[in-house]
Structure formats: C-alpha cells, structure tokens
C-alpha cells in the first residue's frame, strides 16, 4: 500500500521514484544479456556501455519506453584537462561528455569547485568517474522494477539544464 501511494505522489508531483518524500532508493534489475546503455532515450542514443543480466541499477526517471539510470562506477566519462586543475573543476560550469571530444554527448554537468576522480587521460581530456546523479538510459523492455509500475505511474521529465556550459 506505501509503494502505491508512493507510486501515485510521484505521478502527481512529477518527481521521479528515486526523490520521493520518503526517501525510497528504487532499484531495477537487467532481465537481458548485453543491454545497451545509451546516452539518450533513443536508438540513435550513444552505446556507453553493456549491462547484463541480473546487474542492479538505481533508477531516476522514464519516458517514452526508456529508463533512465543512475550511471554505474564502471563507466568512463571525460572532461576537457583545461578546466580541472588537481581534481577540481575550474570554470562557473563544465560539461562531462561520454567520450574525449566535444562530439560526443553531454552526459552530465558539473560546478565549480566540484571534485573529480581522474581515472585517465587521452589527448587534452581527462577520463573520470561518473558524477553522481548521472544519468544513463536504458530499454524499458529490458528491466524489471522491484514492484509492479502500471500505467496510473506516469513518467517524470527532467527540465532542460539553461544554463551553458564550459566543454
């Protein structure tokens, strides 16, 4: 009954299952072999990655069929190494993108003074840890939620981010 209402305050409010009030982590568990993560709700979205059968992933949010999940620690994200000095982010605003280049998708943000865990360097980019809070995507068909959600669970959107960017 507390799952449902929960369920139902979510639809409401539009706040995802993983911000409810009562502070309820939601996890999902992959019911497919080698699932693409991508870095967007489509099929045009980047492959980030793999996921397998059974691994367990938080999740933030649906829409249209997709599901978007919090970014495992395993993935590699990048940052351009002119806005990072000693691990801290340097400008009012840096984008974190999935591969070492401005052509690949922007994944997440980060702000000033913010920590990174460097994990690598390629050219004039640094490979980090996902910040927490990124969010990857998912097939819906490809997971199973803990509890039924039926269709009365009504996807919750994330407003565009306004504000620009460093790369």
């Known amino acids: 009954m507390e799952r449902l209402i929960c369920l139902l305050l979510c639809a409401s409010t539009g706040l995802s299952m993983a911000q409810t009030a009562s502070n309820e982590v939601v996890t ?24 397998m059968r059974g691994d367990e992933l938080l999740y933030l949010s649906t829409t249209n069929g997709w599901v978007a999940v919090e970014a495992p620690q395993s993935l590699d994200f990048w940052v351009s190494d002119e806005f990072v000095e000693e691990g801290v982010v340097v400008p009012e605003k840096l984008n974190v993108r999935a591969g070492p280049s401005v052509n690949y998708a922007k994944m997440a ?59």
């Open 28 to 51: 999902l568990r992959v019911s497919g072999d080698r699932v693409s993560l991508r870095s967007e709700p489509s099929l045009e979205g980047y492959v980030l990655d793999s996921a």
């Open 109 to 167: 943000e980060l702000n000033k003074d913010d920590r990174v865990e460097v994990r690598g360097s390629f050219s004039d980019w640094l490979k980090i840890a996902p910040p927490k809070g990124s969010r990857v995507w998912i097939s819906a068909e490809y997971v199973e939620f803990p509890a039924p959600v039926g269709p009365d669970a009504a996807p919750s959107e994330e407003p565009e981010q306004g504000a620009a960017a460093a790369t």
